[in-house]
């Protein structure tokens, strides 16, 4: 029996995308996915009622197709779909808040801690430390800075989609990820010296 | 590979996705613990990403591919829901405007009933003729389409859970997934069909240029592009039968109920309801293996369950004859599909009993019986 399906799987997203803003049904659903468990994590991160995140990112889909018709045909997939769900959730929290007068995008918290990576650090004893002590100050870092970090190695956007998203201009965007990082590496300067230090003593 | 020479700060490293495979899934495709052991410098840059990347690990989505499936289902529902409201927000709109349209969808309905009383009576006949080829083309869905050119009749299961028992030569076209408030299908030669129970949403097999309407049920529908008559045979359950669209406008429905049939004459379009099939020397000769077989078991080997699946649907099932050997069960499964027989079997078997199911092989894996 031979089956004749369109063979989509090595098609990008924006082919995915310009087929489904013609009508395809297929793209639509390959598109969703690929997409949606990622969005769903990222949805996570941003609000604790994992119920209603899955939700959101199910009406993020429902609007790409209903007005399918009006969508841009030149975006960033990711970026967009990444985005959407944000100010989905945003517009969430709004209406969960009204008595409270919040809020707008850039109130959401990003909610996400880093793990550490448990399987892959056959490492020796120090190395583990200082990996567990980065965690830390990680997770340590105001919501903004983890998420910008977040969207820019997990998700691989640029800095200019993260300014997008965050709704701040680049400057802004890329300050953000370059302090994150600033204050990891100045705490950690310190203690790493001083777990080499530790370390050597031992043996 | 050459941009990473002029790597100075972890950031470069840490937004490089053949790094990030490196450190994380230890693929190292590009040669970076080489090209780390060349540098000093490099090496101790190398260290510090390497060490924030690991301590940055997003737990992974923990959905599985049945998860995002039913996510895409319920998605599909919400768009129909979506769509529904806007188009009854749009009738509002309009509601304002209508006094004046009026005259001139009157007048439009008129020059339309005039053209199609014309059409019928000028050029019906010649095209009164609708081929498997037609009907794929009135659907834009995007369809698959399975095709059998083997010797044997081949299973096919819909995204509903239903299945079709495809005969040789024949081919069936449906969508990936079922979407709206109907499932269609389009069938060009012969098969079983064996529905999934869903009043809300009634199953058609467009075929020649007849339809066939069901909820849920077992019959067959035998329609060959090249020959004089379709016919639908009912094993269980009620199927309503009209002609499509494209030939005639008409009213007419047969109903059939189990052991009933119907030959249609495709030249006349006329409607042949045959009731005792057992004198209908056509139909009973090419009664097929499935509709000969009993799905009625009581207290049998689920050996010889799984033997009698197996013949009826030419599949192979694969289960552990040890720890089953000495199970039997009391259980009727005539009036449902392959996947559902499955499910009630191993449901009935217990102990984490499960199946898989792949093209024409299926694999039960089990701890045996409670």
């Known amino acids: 029996m031979n089956t004749k399906t369109l063979q989509f799987k090595n098609f990008d997203d924006i082919t995915l995308w310009n087929n489904l803003k013609d009508g395809n049904e297929k793209s639509f659903s390959m598109l969703f996915e690929k997409y949606y468990g990622d969005l769903v994590n990222y949805g996570n991160s941003l609000s604790p009622y994992a119920e209603k995140v899955q939700d959101c990112v199910q009406d993020v889909f429902t609007d790409i197709w209903v007005y399918r018709n009006g969508l841009q045909s030149s975006v960033v997939v990711k970026a967009y779909l990444l985005s959407s769900v944000r100010k989905r959730i945003a517009r969430l929290h709004e209406r969960d808040h009204i008595f409270r007068k919040a809020t707008s995008t850039d109130s959401i918290a990003f909610l996400l801690e880093f793990s550490v990576e448990h399987e892959l650090i056959d490492d020796d004893y120090a190395t583990k430390e200082k990996v567990v002590h980065l965690n830390k100050l990680l997770n340590d870092l105001p919501a903004r800075q983890k998420e910008a970090l977040y969207l820019r190695y997990h998700q691989g956007l640029t800095v200019e989609q993260i300014a997008d998203m965050l709704d701040v201009n680049y400057q802004s965007a890329s300050n953000l990820l370059h302090r994150g990082l600033l204050t990891l590496r100045k705490e950690w300067k310190g203690s790493i010296s001083l777990i080499i230090l530790l370390s050597s003593t031992a043996c | ?370």
């Not at chain 2, 049945?66 to 768009?79: E, G, M, P």
């Not at chain 2, 096919?156 to 069936?172: E, H, M, Y």
């Not at chain 2, 009727?332 to 093209?359: A, H, R, W, Y």
């Open chain 2, 1 to 370: 590979m050459q941009k990473r020479n002029k790597y100075t700060e972890i950031e470069d490293f840490l937004s490089d996705e053949s790094f990030q495979s490196w450190i994380l899934f230890k693929i190292d495709e590009d040669g970076w613990e080489e090209w780390t052991l060349e540098n000093r410098q490099r090496a101790k840059l190398v260290e510090d990403s390497r060490l924030l990347l690991l301590a940055m690990k997003v737990p992974d989505s923990t959905l599985s591919a049945s998860d995002i499936h039913n996510a895409l289902q319920n998605t599909w529902v919400k768009i129909e829901e979506k769509e529904n409201h806007n188009d009854s927000v749009e009738d509002s709109k309009v509601k304002f405007f209508k006094k004046y349209l009026i005259r001139g969808v009157a007048a439009a309905l008129v020059f339309g009933l005039v053209s199609i009383w014309f059409y019928e009576n000028h050029f019906g006949p010649e095209s009164k003729v609708v081929t498997y080829k037609e009907l794929i083309d009135e659907n834009s869905e995007g369809l698959v389409e399975q095709t059998n050119n083997s010797d044997k009749p081949q299973i096919i299961t819909l995204s509903d859970g239903s299945s079709v028992l495809l005969q040789p030569n024949s081919k069936l076209s449906y969508p990936k997934i079922f979407t709206g408030n109907e499932r269609k299908v389009y069938l060009s030669g012969e098969g079983f069909f064996e529905i999934s129970k869903n009043p809300k949403k009634p199953f058609f097999v467009y075929a020649n240029e007849i339809v066939t309407k069901v909820v849920g049920t077992s019959f067959r529908v035998k329609a060959y592009s090249d020959q004089p008559d379709v016919e639908v045979l009912v094993r269980t359950g009620k199927v309503k039968v009209r002609s499509n669209d494209l030939v005639a406008k008409s009213d007419e429905e047969v109903v059939l109920l189990p052991n009933q049939a119907l030959r249609f004459v495709r030249s006349e379009l006329s409607f042949n309801k045959i009731t005792n099939i057992t004198q209908d020397q056509t139909l009973t000769r090419n009664v097929g293996n499935i509709e000969q077989l009993s799905f009625e078991f009581t207290d049998i080997p689920v050996s010889q369950i799984f033997e009698t699946i197996e013949q009826a649907y030419l599949v192979d099932i694969d289960y552990p004859k040890n720890k089953l050997k000495d199970c039997h069960l009391t259980t009727s499964l005539s009036d449902q599909p392959l996947t559902e027989k499955l499910k009630i079997v191993c449901n009935s078997i217990g102990n984490n009993t499960s199946f898989e199911m792949n093209g024409n092989q299926i694999i039960i894996t089990s701890e045996g019986c409670n």
